[in-house]
């Protein structure tokens, strides 16, 4: 039975993610009537916990934030051109697949732009503009823009259109980079470009890479020991149109940031998101990315795990791809709408952990060890996003509210207290947070300068309660849903996020200088 994640695994390992989490929420509200005191026990525990895990990840923001200053002020290019021979420098090409649906073409050009203004090479660069056929209109506009405008730009570019239907896959920006890594394969082919020296970059049509991104993903690359068995991941920054969005969606798009900062800093969890890369030859070996799933990103881990028997890892580059933030031309009332959807999307990648658990129980060759540490891990990260923003904003005072008899017990009387201290101290985070978005953060145009200060103020002013309701909103809300429907079996389509065609210039993004 072909299901939600890609590939053949039971139904019911699907129930798992909705199951642990509806299950503690469930386990809460009984113990909470059955054995309050308990209940408030554990909530004083799982509160001190998720403090100190806090002051982890703010110590992890700091350390990403002082390798992302440092690398990016480095000169790749001259590092990739001091240390490596120069034959096997100028032999290494970057293929760039742009994917696009129904994106405007200005959109489109941005990046391109941003891929032109790169300091690398244009020779070694080779684009393909993935698009659909089923946009075909879009898809036409988007060649026409590229003949007239790059034609002779980088090393090669051209235009592919991904056929609709075609049996097998499901509609998802999976099967449209597939397509376009076949036609990829056949140019290299007839070029007589080996795949081992080739090193491909997967870009959705927002996303605009670092001048130093293709210098500094090749030195990782050169100096990586196995680069078959590697990807590489940039930072994504949601800078691209940080000023114009809405203030909540803003902290959405620099939490979403910070988080990628933060899981730089420790490789072993890190994951293929968005904007990343890998070796052609690799790609050729897994047969792409998947077309069977909406969330082909972190599933493209996994079937790289499985291809090369736990012979993956996920390489940190400290250099950003910068992205949009959630903004949608049709009001700001729509943008809150797209960012719950693209949340909720993104939530879709829980469907792995039946797909892994699966071939992790299967597979006897993975070590041993690994394998269920990457489970736990996986099945780790998915509670937790659903979960623990609920947890700890409901589960710590219902108790008070659902036994009468609990307010007779010496705890009813302590807890409050020491759980909202704990919560509060938890906000020592906000600062280290709000500090490196200071040092973080695109200049304020000038038309928007005085209104976005004020927003800015605004933001900290009100943090200790907006966030906990963005939190749930744009985090746990999302997951909870996609994992529900999972337990039901109601998949879930691949969805564009609408695109706004309005880009910020960040030429002079501080860090980017």
Not at 150 to 171: A, C, L, M, N, W
Not at 192 to 202: A, E, F, G, H, Q
Not at 212 to 237: E, N, V
Not at 345 to 365: F, K
């Amino acid at each position: 039975m072909t299901v939600a994640g890609g590939d053949d695994h039971p139904r019911w390992l699907e129930f798992l993610p909705a199951t642990l989490t509806w299950g503690s929420f469930g386990l809460l509200l009984i113990g909470s009537f059955l054995a309050p005191a308990i209940v408030a026990s554990f909530m004083l525990v799982y509160a001190l916990f998720w403090f100190s895990r806090s002051l982890l990840m703010s110590a992890r923001l700091i350390v990403g934030y002082v390798r992302y200053r440092r690398d990016i002020q480095r000169n790749w290019l001259q590092e990739l051109n001091d240390h490596y021979p120069r034959d096997t420098v100028d032999q290494l090409y970057h293929l760039v697949i742009v994917a696009v649906s129904k994106e405007d073409p200005l959109i489109v050009a941005s990046t391109l732009e941003a891929i032109k203004a790169s300091e690398y090479p244009m020779r070694q660069l080779l684009v393909v503009v993935a698009c659909e056929a089923r946009f075909a209109e879009n898809a036409a506009a988007v060649e026409q823009m590229i003949q007239k405008d790059y034609r002779k730009t980088f090393g090669h570019i051209f235009v592919s259109k991904h056929p609709p239907d075609i049996q097998g896959e499901v509609i998802g920006k999976g099967g449209n980079i597939s397509w376009a890594g076949r036609l990829s394969e056949r140019y290299l082919d007839s070029q007589k470009i080996s795949y081992d020296r080739v090193i491909c970059t997967t870009l959705d049509a927002d996303n605009r890479v670092h001048k130093k991104y293709f210098a500094a993903l090749s030195c990782a690359l050169l100096r990586h020991p196995t680069p078959l068995y590697a990807s590489f991941q940039p930072i994504p920054m949601f800078f691209n149109n940080i000023w114009d969005v809405p203030l909540p969606i803003r902290s959405v798009a620099l939490g979403s940031s910070f988080w990628q900062i933060m899981e730089s800093t420790r490789p072993y969890r890190l994951r293929n998101f968005s904007a990343h890369a890998q070796s052609f030859a690799a790609l050729v070996k897994t047969d792409y990315w998947s077309v069977k799933t909406a969330v082909e990103d972190g599933h493209q881990f996994w079937r790289t795990y499985f291809r090369f028997q736990g012979k993956h890892d996920v390489v940190p580059l400290n250099v950003p791809v910068y992205q949009d933030a959630v903004l949608s031309p049709k009001g700001y009332w729509e943008t809150f709408r797209e960012q719950y959807l693209q949340k909720r999307r993104w939530a879709c990648g829980c469907s792995d952990i039946p797909y892994v658990l699966w071939r992790v129980y299967r597979n006897h060759s993975l070590p041993r060890f690994d394998k269920w540490l990457q489970v736990a891990r996986l099945i780790e990260g998915h509670y937790s996003w659903a979960t623990t923003s609920v947890i700890l904003a409901f589960f710590g005072w219902i108790p008070r509210y659902l036994n009468p008899g609990f307010q007779n017990e010496v705890i009813a009387y302590t807890f409050p207290p020491l759980y909202g201290s704990i919560l509060t101290l938890a906000l020592i985070g906000l600062v280290v947070t709000f500090s490196v978005s200071v040092l973080l953060l695109p200049p304020v145009p000038k038309n928007r300068l005085k209104r976005s200060r004020f927003s800015v103020v605004l933001e900290w002013v009100t943090a200790p309660i907006l966030l906990p309701i963005s939190n749930i909103a744009f985090s746990s809300l999302p997951a909870i849903d996609a994992q529900t429907r999972l337990f039901f079996g109601k998949y879930l389509e691949f969805r564009v996020t609408e695109k706004h065609t309005h880009r910020q210039d960040i030429s002079n993004h501080p860090a980017a200088r």
